[in-house]
């Protein structure tokens, strides 16, 4: 059996293993050295966050038995996509497509803030009221379904290799529970850290009630991409300890915190302010 069949044969426990120690690690970290007192009751929120990942974890396994990996072996095997079309070798292809798969992450990332209909899913990522490990996994499953086959139609076009698939799989979930983590780490560690990495301070912005400051870092993974496209912000205004995490009009734990709450979040209210194409006119005119 060679490497690239072992991975294909064991990849739900690879992934499984790598998910269960990144997030003790992280937890831990959280309890040690916190970054941020939590608002609300850390067993409440996570019975319910943990308890969305177990149905999305169902969910993704029910419709999409063939998972990506799958696809991109399929692919391999009929040379589908760009990078097996043009027979391009391991060492440049794997950076590459991982590169490129994170890439496409964070344009989804933007999209989904700038489509209001797509917002009001992927506000139940930014309606919990406190930011630790397992707001990272809190997604609702219809934003979950949504990311699969924009993934699906990546893998096609971009025809990645089977174990580049994975480690972007692997990296994507382990960068996403630690840049959610509540966690502390010395100034010097996170501004070297953020030349190539997301660092949890740096996502910590996203995650503002405040519009301008949501409305940057939307990174997961690499941080080149807001640096890149000018949507990159330093720190929040109120400071990382008194700044306000959480959407307007979504306040009550009972609302946004418990799994009834957020299942139905998205159909709930109207949009607003809050996506990235509504701004207030100034009444200024071109000179
Ligand atoms: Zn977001
Ligand atoms: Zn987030």
């Known amino acids: 059996m060679d ?3 072992f991975v294909l044969a064991n990849e739900p426990a690879i992934r499984l293993g790598f998910f269960l120690g990144t997030f003790a690690a992280i937890a831990l970290w959280e309890v040690l050295a916190p970054r941020r007192a939590l608002l609300v009751s850390k067993a409440y929120r996570w019975a319910s966050n943990i308890g969305l990942v177990v149905l999305n974890t169902v969910i993704i ?8 990996v799958g696809l991109a072996a399929f692919c391999a095997e009929n040379g589908w996509g760009l990078l097996n079309h043009f027979q391009a070798p ?3 292809a794997a950076p590459l497509a991982v590169i490129a798969m994170d890439f496409v992450i964070w344009l989804q990332h933007v999209m989904v803030h700038a489509v209001p209909a797509l917002w009001r899913l992927h506000r139940v990522h930014h309606a919990d009221l406190d930011y630790d490990v397992t707001t ?3 997604f609702h499953p219809i934003e979950i379904i949504l990311s699969m086959l924009i993934k699906f139609a990546t893998i096609v076009v971009l025809g990645p290799p089977v174990v580049a698939v994975v480690i972007f799989e692997v990296l ?3 960068t996403s529970m630690f840049n959610h983590g509540n966690i502390r780490l010395p100034a010097a560690l996170d501004r070297v850290l953020r030349w190539i990495v997301v660092t949890p ?3 910590r912005v996203h995650h503002s009630i405040e519009d301008d400051e949501a409305n940057s870092n939307f990174g997961f993974n690499l941080s080149w991409w807001d640096r890149l496209f000018g949507t990159y912000r330093d720190q929040p205004r109120g400071g990382h300890a008194g700044m306000t995490i959480g959407i307007r009009d979504f306040t009550d734990p009972r609302e946004v915190d418990r799994l009834d709450g957020m299942l139905w979040l998205p159909f709930r209210g109207e949009i607003k302010d809050y996506a990235i194409n509504r701004r207030n006119y100034s009444g200024e005119q071109p000179k």
């Open 3 to 5: 490497f690239q069949q």
């Open 61 to 68: 396994r029910l419709l999409f038995p063939l998972a990506a």
């Open 90 to 92: 391991f060492w440049i």
């Open 172 to 174: 994507l979930n382990a």
């Open 201 to 203: 301070d740096m996502h």
């Open 136 to 138: 990272g996994a809190r």
